[in-house]
């Protein structure tokens, strides 16, 4: 059923050109596969879940990102590991040819390499549940499957399914907390529901418990713990949270959908219709302008910490970078949440993250 979808979203095989279940796999995955403990009851490797001639579920899951919706409904700022090209396979390649260039090299490693395969197609199939299901009792059942199987991973017997696979490589390499993916689903599941956020604090919540979870669990990827790189992750998730809603406003809209805060819409005397028919007015640019000094406030407090964070936490917060070039670009639109150019790609990206890692900053 996974490839069937998989297959529907990257569209159809050639005819001729070997499939996606049928590419070799990379040079050393069975290798590196085999120094990881078996699941327990198990019997076989993770090599062996895979499937004889199966492309292994590394590159099952880089498929599932790169040809996974792209929309801003969930991924509306990507991580540093997937903004700069379409899968972490062509980070490292490039990485390598600049092999040569010394430190230079070096820096480029560290911002590219995260090492977070195994939390982003988790992710990405968590936030798809919702816009992938017709009835929310459908939804509930698939929440219900990622929640045992989450129990399964921590029990070294996860299911012969790729994502839960790498998942449960990531949960053995790096000793991640379970609260923190629990979490991300519990939160996703309330999430079902079709309604808006009734203040700025219920959206706030949310963001903690997923967008700041995926932090968490990231600095403990990179070895941390640190009270002040929590700090600032919380305050990050919630940034990126509010504008994950503002700028999923447009798409939220076309499906008759608004969540913005209803608190804001009050006070402004803003009504949903005024959303869905894009009105322009001072008033729903103000609920906009209110909504972005927050998130705008959030990222203030998050960098206020940056002399008592430690360095190596700095890649795991890169996404800051797109955060403000977001902020920045709805402030020159005079806080029009539907204007054109807030929904193109800002192909000087890129470098603004690199200068961003060369800087130490975040």
Same mark, same amino acid.
């Given at each position: 059923m996974a490839a069937s979808t998989l297959v529907s979203a990257c569209g159809p095989l050639r005819p001729g050109v070997p499939g996606l279940c049928r590419r070799r796999p990379p040079r050393g995955l069975w290798a590196h596969a085999r120094r990881l403990p078996e699941p327990a009851g198990s019997g076989r490797s993770v090599a062996a879940v895979s499937g004889p001639g199966a492309s292994?579920?590394?590159?099952?899951?880089?498929?599932?990102?790169?040809?996974?919706?792209?929309?801003?409904?969930?991924? &509306?700022?990507?991580?540093?590991?997937?903004?700069?090209?379409?899968?972490? &396979?062509?980070?490292?390649?490039?990485?390598?040819?600049?092999?040569s260039c010394g430190s230079r090299a070096q820096s480029l490693r560290g911002m590219w390499d995260l090492p977070r395969p195994g939390l982003e197609p988790f992710l990405n199939t968590i936030l798809q549940v919702k816009d992938s299901v017709s009835e929310k009792t459908i939804g509930l059942m698939r929440m219900q499957f990622w929640k045992k199987t989450v129990d399964d991973v921590y029990c070294d017997s996860p299911p012969h399914q790729p994502v839960a696979i790498e998942l449960w490589k990531a949960v053995k390499r790096h000793n991640l907390t379970k609260r923190w993916l629990m979490k991300i689903i519990d939160e996703r599941e309330k999430n079902l529901d079709d309604k808006a956020y009734r203040n700025i604090q219920e959206l706030e919540n949310y963001a903690e418990n997923t967008q700041s979870s995926l932090l968490y669990l990231t600095l403990e990827i990179l070895g941390i713990?640190?009270?002040? &790189?929590?700090?600032? &992750?919380?305050h990050i998730g919630k940034a990126q949270g509010i504008v994950t809603c503002l700028r999923a406003t447009p798409y939220h809209g076309s499906r008759r959908r608004v969540f913005l805060p209803m608190d804001i819409c009050m006070l402004h005397g803003v009504s949903q219709e005024d959303f869905l028919r894009k009105s322009q007015d001072k008033n729903?640019?103000?609920?906009?302008?209110?909504?972005?000094?927050?998130?705008?406030?959030?990222l203030k407090h998050a960098r206020s910490f940056h002399k008592s964070?430690?360095?190596?936490?700095?890649?795991?917060?890169?996404?800051?970078?797109?955060?403000?070039?977001?902020?920045?670009?709805?402030?020159?639109v005079d806080f029009d949440i539907f204007h054109p150019s807030l929904q193109q790609k800002n192909t000087l990206l890129p470098l603004s993250l690199y200068i961003q890692s060369w800087r130490k900053r975040y």
């Open positions: 292994g579920t590394d590159r099952y899951c880089l498929e599932l990102l790169r040809c996974g919706k792209q929309g801003p409904r969930f991924i &509306a700022v990507r991580r540093p590991v997937t903004i700069l090209a379409s899968s972490v &396979a062509e980070h490292r390649r490039q990485t390598r040819r600049l092999s713990k640190d009270l002040h &790189a929590d700090h600032a &992750a919380s729903v640019r103000d609920v906009v302008y209110d909504m972005a000094s927050q998130a705008h406030l959030h964070v430690p360095v190596k936490a700095f890649p795991a917060f890169l996404q800051t970078v797109a955060l403000e070039d977001y902020l920045k670009k709805i402030q020159q």
